[in-house]
């Protein structure tokens, strides 16, 4: 197994409790009778334990093979009120396990609506099976006008640029291969989403014969994602001859064992570790080597960056932004570990600027490192360890998310906590990540609205760990996603989200400032088009209407403490919970500066 498979092992399963919902009337259907039916047996033989969907008549021979003939079991069905919930619910549960969940959209019109969701996955790396349908492609049998402009030519040419691969297979056979081909394209690295589009009339088809049955292991092989013995040792000569080591820790598994193997390295090598909130927890945050996130690499005034000679990327999201704080030509040496140049295509610029590299290896950092530990712990000597950064206790003005998270702090203790989405402006020190699954990252393609159905997906996943997911959410992004809340609420899967709402689009403000400010016009104009006011949007009232319970709007710092102690008692009650904190508009001035530097 690979490390991101041995932490999933566990998720295979439905959760009873989401199982026990919409129980269909048996039908008594023990062979596959149609082309959706051999769809259906695939899916199943794969053991994915749930389909989230928003329902279309393009593929309402497969709901009812679902249904009907597998019982509304491996898949069960997750109905979602818009398909880029359902997507974005596939990939929540994806960032928490490793493997690709299914969705369902219908045609080429649940499609659009997916598509930002599956740009998310794209970025963020993450496996998704969406499927897709289309037709009658036999235009002699489409029902007049609906079926025309529900069929394109060439569906898969709308995600074609930002996903792994696409097939529209015409044959029960051809069905089944693409089904197997695609999941394993999806959960091979680097991972990413796929699409697959039936014909109506291949779903609608009475099956002819029997397909013959065949071993699915045989057809979904590992793929070697180590490198090669003489790299690695490469690599750590460089590692134990460097003055100072910095350590830019990006995508991995959420495997405690490649987490530990990170941490054992960096003390070998006594490298500074640099993390980044926009993917999962790669490092302890409280630990003395831990420097901090992107804001914090800069050689001049970062304390352990200034004598930095060699780099060593673990999958870094976009390395080349990182080394310029270098200088244009860095004189710094560069080991980039990654597999992800080989999905970079000429459609999306995803894969950022091309970075100077000394030395890659193309292969799993989750794979190498403990390769990595085993050659410098050979003559690694001992480092005195530098002193942890010190979290402020200064109490801060106004009400902002600092606030948020210093409630939360108090309230949770040490209870373990999975964080299934931050908002852009959180600062990394203000929540201490001491497991991989502390936190599982943003929504990857900064699309707005993915973050309510990352943290539905991800609080399934989540389901019998103990862990209390939460989500921290912006205004902006609840309200375009808001419709996950119901998914969660029907389908039982308890979730805290703390709504941080400044009643604006406040990162577009600042971009209003900066355009103000370069051609000498009025910056008291920034926030027109921008915030949410008359009326303000009752947050916590969104989430009731779909069965949520809902708390505020919290107005004062002191009340909250209180408010999110039973917001938490209803979550472990099996509950979801809203609760709407009206917090100021702005940033820090080191975030509105590093946001500034960045472009944001």
Known sequence: MTPSQSATARAVNADPAVAAVERPTPAGANAPGFGSDVIADALRSLDIPYIALTPGASYRGLHDSIVNYLGNTKPQMLLCLHEEAAVAIAHGYAKVTGKAMVTAVHSNVGLMHATMAMFNAWCDRMPVVVLGATGPVDAVKRRPWIDWIHTARDQGALIRDYTKWDDQPSSPGAAREAILRGTWIANTLP?????????????????????????????????????????????????????????????????????????????????????DLKI???????????????????????????????????????????????????SVKVIQVSLDHRIHNGWSMDHQALPPVDLLLSANPDLVVPEMVKEVGKSAKPHAMPTPRKVSDKEPSGFTNEHIARSLRKVLGDRPVTYTHLPLSWDDSWVTFKHPLDYVGSDGGGGVGGGPGISVGAALALKGTGRLPIAICGDGDFLMGVTAVWTAVHYKIPLLFVLA???SFYNDELHQERMARARNRPVENKWIGQRMSDPEVDLAAMGRAQGAVGFGPVTKPGDLPAILEKAIAAVDAGQVAVVDVRVEPGYTAVMTAAMTRAGN
């Open 191 to 275: 991972q990413g989403p796929v699409y697959i589009n039936f014909d109506a009339e291949l779903q609608e088809a009475k099956v002819s014969e029997q397909l013959p049955p065949i071993e699915v292991a045989r057809y979904m092989p590992t793929v070697s994602t180590a490198a090669p013995a003489e790299l690695v040792r490469e690599a750590a000569a460089m590692l134990k001859g460097a003055k100072q080591v910095l350590i830019l820790a990006g995508r991995a598994s959420r495997d405690l064992d490649a987490w530990n193997a990170r941490v054992a390295l960096a003390e070998a090598l006594n490298a500074r570790v640099v993390t």
């Open 280 to 330: 999962g927890a790669t490092f302890p945050t409280d630990h003395p080597l831990y420097v901090g996130s992107p804001r914090a690499i800069n050689p001049e005034s970062v304390e352990g960056l200034k004598n930095v000679d060699v780099i060593l990327s673990l999958d870094w999201v976009d390395l080349a932004g990182a080394l310029r704080y270098f200088g244009p030509t860095p």
């Open 501 to 503: 709402n400044n009643r």
